[in-house]
């Protein structure tokens, strides 16, 4: 006889600032059931009024509270859709979890910022929402970051072949799971953020579709030095990232201003090739297996320079393990949030440097 199903909804909205991620899940089994999915872009007056969170200014305080205003009635309205789309009332989901859009990662600090109103997310929905997902990890001394490790680690391990989860979204990270051995994971640098600003800036376009523009120009090498010579690329994990460090400001510094637009974006592709196979060399040895999920994974010109750069890797996405590429981080924060509705430890220390496992975040009874 079947279980019954066990809902929850998880919402991501990442680095990338592109829009809302929303998953309905059933995590009645081992594998988690994709149900239904909706994607609601972010419009582009949200986008720049993100971008400009990430830096401080006049009246800051003020603006991001009516920004997480804004995205809780953005995160309910995809809620809505996603319910719609499936067929199934809000009275029938346990929990959604909501990542939240960071504007602040400075777990050296000790603290992180995901812009949401969860209470407002709850009232408009009528459902219980779990949010703030980091910062219990990071007043346990750790990073806060990455998280959906420990998702990797419940339902993508394999007992006899070593893998390597890599998501490439604004940021990339990895996962790494070698069989008998405690399962790590990190951020290892840029994934699309940088060659998203630099074609936005130039084209006015969102993203480089297949990384057909890139594939267009040369790589710089004295450029991409000088972008590899950044101390995070050498640091070992744990390690977190984001736009603090890794925007535009910083690309600009290492530019002389002569230089072709189209060899900057190619230089930016192999900086996130060459910074990804680097990390798995020096941290993830002996792997076998590379499953590609987040958007980087349908960037074509990208996956060529890694297939190139760790030729002795398979290399596919996370489909043929079951799971969607496009919706592998908004199932995470389903998953998440049912590990927080049940207590359980949501963080692996291993992973993000904190002294002991966490039930993470704080919840929001409907």
């Not at 009246?59 to 995160?75: K, P």
């Not at 535009?248 to 230089?267: K, M, N």
């Not at 680097?278 to 890694?306: P, W």
């Not at 998440?336 to 919840?363: D, E, F, K, S, Y």
Request: with cysteine; net charge negative; hydrophobic share 45%.
């Amino acid at each position: 006889m079947s279980k019954p199903a066990d809902l929850y909804i998880g919402i991501m909205s990442g680095t990338s600032l592109d829009g809302v991620d929303a998953a309905l899940v059933d995590l009645s089994q081992d594998i988690p059931r994709l149900v239904a999915t909706h994607y609601q872009p972010y419009a582009e007056p949200l986008k720049e009024a993100l971008l400009a969170l990430h830096h401080s200014a006049h009246d800051e305080l003020h603006q991001s509270h009516l920004i997480a205003n804004i995205l809780a009635r953005e995160y309910a309205n995809a809620t809505q859709s996603l319910l719609k789309k499936a067929g199934v009332d809000a009275t029938q989901v346990q929990a959604i979890g909501c990542h939240g859009q960071t504007v602040r990662h400075r777990p050296e600090h000790g603290y992180t910022i995901q812009l949401n109103n969860g209470a407002l997310l709850a009232e408009l929905c009528g459902i219980n929402v779990v949010g703030d997902f980091r910062s219990r990890d990071i007043a346990a001394g750790g990073q806060g970051a990455p998280l959906v490790p420990a998702f990797h680690d419940r339902v993508l391990r394999h007992p006899n072949i070593h893998r390597v989860i890599l998501n490439i979204g604004g940021i990339a990270n990895l996962t790494d799971l070698a069989p008998n051995k405690t399962t790590t994971g990190f951020d290892s640098g840029p994934g699309n953020l940088l060659m998203d600003a630099w074609i936005a800036k130039h084209q006015g376009k969102a993203y480089d579709k297949d990384g057909a523009w890139a594939a267009s120009g040369k790589v710089i090498p004295a450029l991409l030095q000088r972008l590899l010579d950044e101390a995070f690329f050498a640091a070992a994990p744990p390690k977190s990232t984001g736009r603090d460090l890794f925007n535009l400001r910083w690309l600009e510094r290492q530019l002389g201003g002569s230089e072709a637009p189209a060899d900057v974006q190619a230089t930016l592709l192999a900086l996130t090739g060459d910074s990804i196979a680097a990390a798995v060399q020096s941290f993830c040895v002996g792997t076998k297996e590379i499953y590609l999920c987040g958007g980087g994974a349908h960037n074509a010109a990208l996956v060529r320079h890694l297939q190139q750069a760790l030729p002795q890797r398979r290399i596919q996405k996370t489909e043929e393990l079951g799971i969607a590429a496009d919706w592998m981080e908004a199932v995470a924060f389903a998953w998440l949030a049912q590990q927080t509705m049940q207590l359980r430890p949501g963080n692996l220390p291993a992973v993000t440097g904190a002294a002991h496992p966490c039930v993470l975040g704080a919840i929001y009874p409907a």
